[in-house]
DNA sequence: CGTGATTAGCGAAATGTTTCGCTAATTGTA
DNA sequence: TACAATTAGCGAAACATTTCGCTAATCACG
């Protein structure tokens, strides 16, 4: 079996995965728009980083309809979770409270948040 | 003035800080015992990647006395919180909190670091 | 159909990171 | 002092990522 996202993205794909979580799938041309509009990239570029994901299986294309529809291979979620492991895992040494604390003292959070961030510990605990 | 930490360390680069950060200041052949351990580096390459650190000022040195003695620039907290910020804004677009909760169901934290959390989700509140 | 515009793809240049060979300088010790 | 071992530094190779020029394929429409 073929596990797409075997690959970490880097810091190009990482901003085109986050403009296809924006938009959903869309054509080479919306998602160029976004990134010319971001840093100034030649469309060939954008095709090319494009392809490049393909083989790396982050994303991937429907060619049924011209032109061809791209779309996230990983979910926010699941790219997330595994860069937030590489970073406890690569700074905090394993230590994700450290790097929760940072996290929470730079965030600006709405009370539900807070609850919702209290009740993950309250399960945590009762366990 | 001269602002450390100005470059986002790359990832041997951050596996040197993670190093330094344990050993504390330390001769080359310190650290690179312990690069070398992990992934079979050699010498000479240990001593590139801390003039390469040097310039982009992520470590620093004394000369004073030799071996030259090498200590890492930035604290494991300050490149941490960058790395949490980048993390934030490049993939959960702001949202801190999924972040948190990522981490925090990733970890296996004890009731006291729970606790840590808790007061300062207080402090949040409260404020 | 034929023509201009858009879309797709490839190879290679440009850039950045990591590696190491080779040489010079310094140190410890016989 | 002389010699071997260790430490320091440089330049360039090896490798990965990002960029784009150029060309081919496809499409829209007069």
Same mark, same amino acid.
């Given at each position: 079996?073929?596990? %797409? #996202? /075997?690959?970490?993205? =880097?810091?190009?794909?990482? /901003?085109?995965?986050?403009?296809?979580?924006?938009?959903? %799938? $869309?054509?080479? *041309?919306?998602?160029?728009?976004?990134?010319?509009?971001?840093? #100034?990239?030649?469309?060939? =570029?954008?095709?090319?980083?494009? $392809?490049? !994901?393909?083989?790396? /299986?982050?994303? *991937? *294309?429907?060619?049924?309809? $011209?032109?061809?529809?791209?779309?996230?291979?990983?979910? &926010?979620?699941?790219? #997330?979770?595994?860069?937030?492991?590489?970073?406890?895992?690569?700074?905090?040494? #394993?230590?994700? !409270?450290?790097?929760? !604390?940072?996290?929470?003292?730079?965030?600006?959070? $709405?009370?539900?948040?807070?609850? /919702?961030? &209290?009740?993950?510990?309250?399960? !945590?605990?009762?366990?």
């Amino acid at each position: 079996m073929v596990t %797409p #996202g /075997q690959f970490q993205p =880097t810091e190009v794909e990482l /901003q085109m995965l986050r403009i296809l979580w924006e938009l959903g %799938p $869309s054509p080479v *041309r919306e998602i160029h728009l976004r990134l010319n509009a971001a840093k #100034g990239t030649n469309y060939s =570029t954008t095709v090319k980083m494009l $392809s490049v !994901m393909l083989e790396k /299986q982050l994303v *991937r *294309r429907d060619e049924s309809d $011209s032109p061809h529809v791209y779309r996230a291979a990983v979910t &926010r979620d699941s790219a #997330g979770k595994r860069l937030v492991k590489d970073l406890v895992d690569k700074v905090y040494d #394993g230590a994700a !409270m450290s790097l929760v !604390m940072h996290a929470l003292k730079n965030s600006k959070a $709405s009370p539900e948040e807070v609850a /919702q961030v &209290r009740l993950l510990l309250d399960q !945590m605990e009762g366990k």
